[in-house]
């Protein structure tokens, strides 16, 4: 069972949810309150949904062998364009502003998606630095598209998307459900999970296998860029504006460590979504758990930082090694020794 | 001279001349000594934190907690002279920690093999927490000596001026020259970024050279922090947020290569001056807004690594 590739971070996520029953027993509760569900765990799935998205689509990124440090930068951009387009409406509730925003903010993400893998997969570049341009450049473009400002709308229409709710449960939930059940259909019902773990491996391989890696790679590149764009709509809704300097900021940071948690390799070839799921889970969990113990705020990234640590110390395979090594050598008995010399 | 390994040097110091010579034709008062001199006195910190980076770069690795390390370095260094502390006992205990700490994230990458980028990452997100463990507010630092430091203006021939800083990062950027270059522990980075497994193979003490250069990175990054104590003379955690992009953005400009093995300190230099020229333009220009400075950086890095890729694949024709 310790071999299972969900073991760890399954554990890792038990272990902080058993703190916080032991820490406080209501954690769990759930109550109706105006139709609707309240309660951490809700909390938890809610405001962790656009991390998951950003996370579901950076997992295949990272399949590949790849990285896309731009998502911060595209989640500011769609986020800045969607309420932007909405803010110049005059009737800023009507569906048909709403939807063309949305629609046109998507187009965007995509598109800038598409640049991504154009210069991974035409142009070769490496995907660290192929990404690390638009990161930079991106955030830049999200403030030249809000003039600086931070774009507030009061659509209620818009609203609904990020802070609406459905069946008595946050309407983000469903996207995140949403989006999970397309990616790993894609993935674990059709060929593409194996084309993009063989792409993963080694791209010229795949090739000479007849593999189209430039339109595997084009497509998944695409793909995180529209989760970002997703993400980015889903945080403005909820808050009701765009601000382009700090939406979406460490972002990238947050979801390459969602997916590293979950057991995804940096090196690519071998993915996992349903860990991603649980590392971007445990990532929000940590939080919450932070602000509901009475932890200070201030020292969240000390935590952070000690939990990354100990998460990827504990995946290392020559830590457990030197950990068992110690374990083993302690415990040998002195007679022995001296026997196999003589 | 006019090696082909040059070419990414002759560019980026071309497009500096360049850049600098649009705007003494644009500006009045562009085109003299002091606004040079100020490029340099407004980047000495980001100049000293670059050295080092370029070192990770070139040995295959990144550290992304060098912008966090400066600002951890600010409030040590501003809670410990509240104490009473004498500057003289701060400087080298900051130094130390610096140090210290890129030892400890190079302990980590080379003996569990967890990728640099992560590590430096979890040291990214545990330097900036610890600065607020110590305060979440801005500390002041009225100590003498510092202020001294920060007020000091060297004269040089002509009027024109340049402060301590200056001569620090001068000195760090003409060390990392000669080790980069003239050292073993230089070749041995190199050797490193070009192929872990061959300079095994050869030899090298690739333990040692990795941990070393995460410990050069972490001095540097600690160094550059007390010259930015002494910009700002305070300390604060929210302290050169998101420096370390501009650092891996001053060195790639600089020509050198993200898979490592390839790079120089003197393009890290001018990549470094680049940044700083834009940002002067941009104050000169007046009605341009600040983030036109990341745009702008954004089309240079492309500019840089399609040609770098233009480059490196004429390389590979001549030699096949």
């Known amino acids: 069972m310790v071999k299972h590739h969900l073991f760890w971070p399954v554990a890792v996520l038990a272990a902080l949810l058993l703190f916080n029953f032991i820490y406080s027993p209501d954690f769990f509760s759930i109550i109706v309150r105006n139709g609707n569900l309240y309660g951490s765990l809700i909390d938890i799935l809610n405001f962790g949904s656009p991390l998951i998205i950003v996370a579901l689509g950076m997992t295949l990124v990272i399949a590949l062998g790849g990285i896309d440090l731009s998502v911060g930068s595209v989640v500011a951009i769609a986020g800045a364009i969607s309420c932007l387009l909405i803010s110049k409406g005059t009737d800023q509730s009507a569906w048909s502003l709403v939807l063309m925003a949305i629609g046109v903010s998507i187009a965007v993400a995509i598109v800038l998606g598409l640049w991504n893998g154009v210069l991974v997969s035409i142009f070769g570049m490496q995907p660290i630095i192929a990404t690390l341009i638009l990161m930079v450049a991106g955030r830049g473009v999200a403030q030249l598209i809000a003039d600086g400002q931070i774009i507030t709308v009061s659509s209620k229409t818009y609203n609904y998307l990020g802070a609406g709710s459905l069946a008595m449960l946050p309407f983000s939930i469903f996207i995140v459900a949403a989006m999970f059940i397309l990616v790993s259909l894609l993935t674990r019902r059709t060929a593409l999970g194996l084309y993009i773990e063989s792409i993963g491996c080694k791209p010229t391989a795949s090739r000479l296998a007849g593999i189209r890696s430039r339109t595997v790679m084009l497509a998944v590149y695409m793909f995180c860029g529209l989760c970002a764009g997703i993400a980015g709509l889903i945080l403005s809704s909820n808050v009701s504006s765009a601000d382009g300097n700090n939406a979406g900021l460490w972002y990238e940071l947050d979801a390459i460590l969602a997916v590293v948690i979950g057991g995804t390799s940096l090196n690519g070839g071998r993915f996992s979504v349903t860990g991603t799921l649980i590392g971007a889970l445990i990532i929000q969990t940590l939080t919450t758990t932070i602000y509901m113990t009475g932890v200070p705020p201030e020292i969240t990234l000390v935590v952070k930082a000690f939990v990354v640590l100990v998460v990827c110390l504990v995946q290392s395979e020559s830590f457990r090694k030197a950990i068992v090594a110690r374990w083993k050598t302690r415990h040998y008995p002195a007679e022995r020794e001296v026997k196999q010399h003589v | ?320």
Not at chain 2, 43 to 59: H, P, R, W
Not at chain 2, 70 to 86: D, F, K, N
Not at chain 2, 177 to 184: L, P, V
């Open chain 2, 1 to 320: 001279m006019f090696n082909r390994k040059f070419i990414p040097i002759v560019v980026t110091l071309g497009l500096f001349i360049l850049m600098f010579a649009v705007g003494s034709f644009r500006y009045t008062g562009f085109f003299s000594l002091q606004v040079f001199n100020n490029l340099l006195i407004d980047n000495a910190f980001l100049l000293i934190v670059a050295v080092g980076m370029t070192f990770v770069i070139v040995s295959g690795g990144i550290d992304l907690s060098v912008g966090s390390v400066i600002a951890l370095t600010t409030m040590v260094s501003a809670s410990l002279l509240e104490q009473g502390w004498p500057p003289y006992a701060v400087i080298p205990v900051v130094l130390l920690m610096g140090a210290g700490f890129g030892w400890g994230m190079g302990a980590i990458i080379y003996y569990f093999k967890i990728q640099p980028f992560i590590v430096t990452l979890a040291g990214m997100f545990l330097a900036r927490g610890l600065c607020y463990v110590i305060s979440i507010n801005t500390i002041i630092i009225d100590d003498a000596f510092y202020t001294k430091v920060a007020q000091t203006k060297i004269s040089l021939p002509g009027g024109n001026f340049i402060s301590i800083s200056v001569i620090i990062a001068i000195v760090v950027v003409a060390a990392g020259f000669y080790i980069a270059h003239y050292t073993r522990f230089g070749r041995n980075t190199y050797a490193l970024g070009g192929s872990e497994q061959s300079a095994l193979l050869m030899g090298l003490p690739v333990k040692s050279t990795k941990i070393k250069v995460y410990m050069f990175s972490g001095l540097c990054s600690s160094l550059a922090g007390v010259v930015f104590t002494f910009y700002m003379l305070s300390g604060y955690g929210l302290h050169a947020m998101g420096l370390e992009l501009d650092a891996i953005a001053a060195v790639v400009i600089g020509g050198t290569l993200l898979t490592g093995g390839v790079g120089y300190i003197v393009g890290t230099f001018f990549g470094v001056m680049i940044q700083g020229v834009i940002q002067t333009i941009i104050s000169f220009e007046g009605t341009l807004s600040s983030w036109w400075t990341k745009i702008v950086i954004g089309v240079l890095l492309f500019v840089f690594i399609i040609l770098q890729k233009l480059l490196s694949e004429r390389k590979w024709t001549l030699r096949s």
